[in-house]
């Protein structure tokens, strides 16, 4: 016998029947057999689909972990965590399962805890039942009446502090006839982070209040790690391949645009229910929603998962990886053919005149080219390479103290007029990203780069507009 929504029902062969009792809402009656506990994962994993025709008991037992982790390369953090990631351990359940949820909190934790999913139909999302003190463990049970991909969180006060240190994850309810069959599964989660000191400096930051209730975070992240879905963590799949990637946000605050660089989404199930869009570039994700995005790959690379609010993904680390093997697939996507010089009717005559009379004198003291270099230097470099020449972890190498440029100037100079593309090892750590070439005159070039080596621990060499034009 099954009760739903206070009717009482029992005997039901069928798998979902309408109740014509309920005024305008269908209430499904759904067959229940036998039990099992649930498989959780770790981010970026995915359980596996359900291959069940009928629902079940679902046990789902949920640790919770307080632990000191890695935000950034060198800088440390304490995380409050669902099963020791963040986001916490992704559940997967079936419409009309009955959940028997159990919440364990550590007792080498400090503070209670509770959860709400967004999937319970219940009050506070089962958050009312289930505070828990360190050393405790709480159970109550849901029935997952609607389908979906849905949030959870810690709800205990004061709540943004707890969300914010990573407590959110996914809960996916797959619908009873389960989703579309695809090649590859991810989780991936967008969360911002509030610390004291700023993004990047080294060393371990306490949660700031301060910078959370003014919406200013330092880290906008993926899976609550700068790098977490970069280099040899980045997802995988193979051309040809139909790729599903479940996306939440845990907020605390802000919503995200995702997108996907050379992507488009051929399906979005619009903030993880059950509406279905096609041909998406850019979806938006409210704090404490979800979607889920559908695609095929069609040629190989990197694909780069972004918020596409920018600065947070270049400067604040919201920037994932999808690398894509298998043959090129020239038709749909060429590469580039062909490079050449481009001269506008007139253009080569005039260009020469007017480059003449707007480059300014040169500079004459290596004082004027550091002061110069440092404008150049703002408007060409310092969205990769940051303002105080830090870089950013596994994305753009540090110029500051750099073991690189401070090695061989020439190299230097031909990285600036060249580009650089392909590995590169600074100060011990690999990056492997693309630096554009950039369109600077010899004397640019020299004044940036002087005013480089003047900066932030370098060796202080002076680079002259001659030995630029040496290297061109
Ligand atoms: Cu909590």
Redesign the pocket.
């Known amino acids: 016998m099954i009760i739903i929504s206070g009717l009482s029902l029992s005997g039901c062969q069928n798998h979902n029947r309408t109740d014509p009792s309920v005024e305008g809402m269908k209430v499904k009656v759904y067959k229940r057999e036998g039990s099992e506990i649930a498989t959780l994962t770790a981010p970026p994993n995915v359980p596996e689909p359900i291959n069940r025709d009928h629902a079940t008991t679902v046990t789902v037992e949920l640790e919770?972990i307080e632990k000191t982790m890695a935000i950034a390369e060198g800088v440390e953090y304490t995380f409050?965590t669902f099963g020791g990631t963040v986001p916490g351990s992704f559940i997967r359940i079936r419409e009309g399962d009955l959940v028997e949820f159990h919440l364990k909190n550590h007792p080498d934790n400090k503070?209670?805890?509770?959860i709400d999913l967004h999937s319970v139909n219940g009050p506070g999302g089962g958050a009312t039942s289930t505070f828990t003190a360190p050393g405790h463990e709480t159970t109550f049970s849901f029935t997952a009446l609607n389908p979906g991909t849905y949030v959870y969180h810690?709800?205990?006060a004061p709540v943004g502090m707890?969300i914010g240190?990573g407590?959110y994850g996914l809960i996916l309810v797959e619908p009873e006839n389960g989703l579309p069959e695809v090649d590859r599964e991810y989780y991936v989660m967008q969360g911002e982070f509030y610390t004291k000191g700023t993004f990047g400096q080294p060393g371990f930051h306490p949660f700031s209040m301060e910078k959370a209730l003014k919406e200013e975070a330092e880290y906008v992240l993926f899976n609550g790690t700068v790098g977490s879905l970069t280099e040899e963590h980045s997802l995988k799949a193979e051309v040809g391949e139909t790729v599903r990637i479940y996306v939440g946000n845990g907020g605390p605050n802000y919503v995200s645009s995702f997108h996907i660089i050379g992507e488009i989404f051929d399906n979005v199930r619009v903030e993880g229910g059950d509406l279905l869009n096609h041909n998406v570039q850019t979806t938006l994700i409210p704090s404490g929603g979800a979607t889920v995005v559908e695609f095929k790959v069609e040629a190989p690379g990197n694909y780069i998962l972004v918020d596409h609010s920018v600065f947070r993904a270049f400067n604040k680390g919201a920037l994932g990886m999808l690398t894509v093997e298998g043959d090129e697939n020239k038709p749909i996507y060429s590469g580039q053919i062909n490079d050449q010089v481009y001269l506008p009717e007139g253009a080569a005559i005039a260009t020469p005149e007017t480059a003449e009379v707007v480059a300014p004198p040169a500079a004459d003291s290596r004082d004027q080219r550091i002061l110069r270099g440092k404008t150049v230097f703002a408007q060409n470099c310092q969205t990769c390479h940051q303002a105080n020449g830090q870089g950013i972890a596994s994305a753009f190498p540090p110029l500051a103290k750099s073991d690189y440029l401070n090695a061989e100037v020439n190299r230097s100079i031909r990285v600036v007029l060249n580009g650089l593309e392909g590995p590169v090892t600074v100060n011990g750590a690999l990056y492997n990203s693309l630096m554009p070439k950039l369109n600077l005159s010899d004397e640019q070039v020299a004044n940036v780069l002087t005013f480089v080596y003047d900066s932030w621990g370098n060796n202080g060499t002076e680079v002259t507009p001659q030995q630029v034009a040496a290297q061109r």
Not at 111 to 114: A, F, I, S, V
Request: net charge neutral.
């Open positions: 919770i409050w503070l209670p805890h509770n810690c709800a205990t707890h240190n407590m």
